[in-house]
């Protein structure tokens, strides 16, 4: 179905931050670009408030579900904790990540148990990882402004779909969002698309 | 469109992008299913999930059942009206419907069957693992073993007309990585027409006493051998390229198997067998057997496939090397990944070892799942703690309140299998002398509580079962238990059961909870204190949720003694530059924190109605 070439992305997050949405819109993106895809997810007990990934493999004529260790070349990070703990599996030698920079600690955190991990903490890690570049942005001011937090995800995805070397144009993942948002929600969704990548 | 509304609308021969799940739903609509029943249980939730939305317009009979046992009951009834069948379930739920599938065979079916029951390799959302295709063996089931959703959906669209020829009940084994990816899907056309119904008499058939039970194995053996026949003349066992070097997959390994193939560029200096369906015909055991001078097999879960080629080896008198996971070459437990199949064919080749990627890994906190901010359960647990103290044995069950375990709940001493903590319970305070107490949610209770809790009735066990009734599956996703509709009460059915004391109270009003406790503590025999809270998130889904004052600490009056974050383990409140604080966009205001602050530092940041 594609003569593109493969590309792997891998979803960070913390269960509920709308991860599943994310890789949702993507995969229809590349539907509507005629890129195949195929999205390995995480479900059930995994999502109350724990860790969850999505690998996402583009433009594979067949492919495994899972990417190989520390070959994937974009990670885009929902929460920067899960986006480290990711990173340190997949990341290819000079892979980019995009970091929403709220950091959201796992409960043994919060309650002072485990050590707190601070943004410069996780980017100085990213970097001896080998990151090649680290794109920030606080997609939750982003989303506010564009009218809610919950739409933080669209933020990031709107800040994916202007990265040079993600293979889906801003116009596919737009409609995508239009075929997969609920009708209530869809304004609120393409404002925060639009505003996380910069337009 | 709704996420996977395309199983329904999809035209014929475009390209979709489906969950395996949805691709399995898919497959079962273009064979014209009629009926579908299941329990729910990850990774096969969403085929219940989809079904429960689309039946009325797919012109599907739908139901989510008590229990397992239940489901494939009902959907093997249906099939003897002469409807094609769909059940779906995960592997451990195959096992509790293990009485009804063993004897399936022998009367066979009338309208295609097919059990879905979706394995767990690496046990990800499971408490064991463990391989269903055994059952093809052991209890006569043809199972099919996709490796991608593609496979799911035509494997799920053949078998049903497989299972009318054969008369056999099929299972479909898809695992964690089937279920759970998505990927690209080729549909096919929805059926014109679907079954005639109705069921015709034939006593001699249907009812497997002994007299009929010895032509029933006869013929079994008969239609068997037409399984495998039909088998071998499908396409599910594929073989490509060429050489001495022979490989047979099975399940998603063999997607690994086939990338790592084509990236070594050995397409045609490798044999490799695709196996996509159990029993493995003979015929194509044999004719791969004669080709190669080695084999090595890829597989996920016990060397299932791998004892089979070397039985066929042995039979054909070939004498040649068969590696898996019995010679090492393979672990023998958990999922593979695509380096671990890559690292195995490199070494089974002699090509050397790829680039080793070291993985340099830092010191990150854990974030395993925990119980919600104003999740009832929480409430249950610490105030049952509070009462019955921490020396009391606790068995908990299968949901949501699994997450109990650990030390600052501390609530799950014992956990087996759905409905198994009023059993556990009743063991070990006969054994011990000392009162035990089960948790268990409403969805499992009745899946299989009921004749546990009748069980321990009989032998007059000293045991309180705290039925955590939240009126939903949640753990799974929110579907429906028999709480949820208005048909059940559970005092009522445990009173019916024969237990005199019934207790039950809304976990949030606290002196009243706590009173019931101390009630069921200072009982004798069974007591049952139902604890009825509706769960938090499926209120907020369906909008029933009634707007609750989020919470806040008094930095005055807080002396960081820490009690509301070492009780109770609720991920709204956390510790930021040594003070306590909330959080009031996750605080669901269900006053918890504030009960068991001694300062009374913990306020509502608004005025509260006394009862949630």
Known sequence: ?199 | MKAGDEVLQGRAGTTACLLGNLAIVRGALEAGVQFVSGYPGTPASEIGDTFARIASEADVLFEYSVNEKIAVEIAFAASQAGARSLCSMKHVGLSYAGDPISTIPYVGVGGGMVIVSAGDPSAITSPNEQDQRHYSSFLFYPVFDPATPEDAKNMTRYAFDFSERTRLPVLLRPTTRVCHTSGMVRLGQLPQAKNALGFEKDPNAYVPIPANVQRMRRELSARWDLAEQLLGESDFFSHTGDGKHGIVAGGVPYAYLDQVIRELGLESDVSVLKVGAYPIPESVLSEFLASVESVLVVEELTPFIEDTVTLSAYRNRVQIPILGKRTGHFPEAFEYSPELVEDAVRNYLQLGARAKRTLDVPELPPRPPVLCAGCSHRTSFYLTRKVFGKKTVYCNDIGCYTLGYGEVLDSCDTVLCMGSSITQASGIARMTGERAVAYIGDSTFFHSGLPALVNAVQADDAVTVVILNNYVTGMTGFQPSPTTTPHFNIEDAVKGLGVHTVLSANPFEEDLALDVLKQARGGTGVNVVVFNAPCVVNETKLGTRMDRPAYEVDQVLCNECSLCVRLIGCPAIFIEDGRYVIDQELCDGCDLCASVCNRGAIHALAPVSPVK
């Open chain 1, 1 to 199: 179905m594609s003569a593109h070439e493969p590309f792997d992305l891998i979803i960070a997050g913390v269960g509920g931050q709308g991860s599943l949405f994310a890789s949702r819109v993507i995969a229809q993106a590349a539907l509507l670009e005629g890129i195949s895809v195929r999205v390995a997810e995480t479900y059930g007990v995994a999502q109350r408030g724990g860790a969850v990934f999505s690998q996402i493999r583009l433009g594979y004529d067949v492919c495994g579900p899972l990417i190989p260790k520390k070959t994937c070349p974009l990670i885009l990070g929902l929460e920067p904790i899960e986006t480290l703990r990711r990173a340190t599996m997949y990341l290819a030698p000079g892979g980019e990540v995009v970091l929403n920079t709220n950091i959201n600690a796992p409960l043994e955190t919060k309650m002072g148990r485990q050590p707190s991990l601070d943004l410069p903490t996780i980017r100085t890690e990213l970097e001896r990882l080998g990151a090649g570049s680290i794109e920030e942005v606080d997609a939750l001011a982003v989303a506010l402004e564009a009218g809610g937090a919950a739409t933080a995800n669209v933020v990031m995805l709107g800040v994916l779909s202007s990265v040079d070397t993600f293979p889906l144009s801003y116009d596919a993942v737009v409609k995508s969002i239009e075929k997969t948002a609920k009708a209530a929600s869809l304004p609120n969704n393409l404002l925060s698309l639009a505003r996380g990548a910069g337009r």
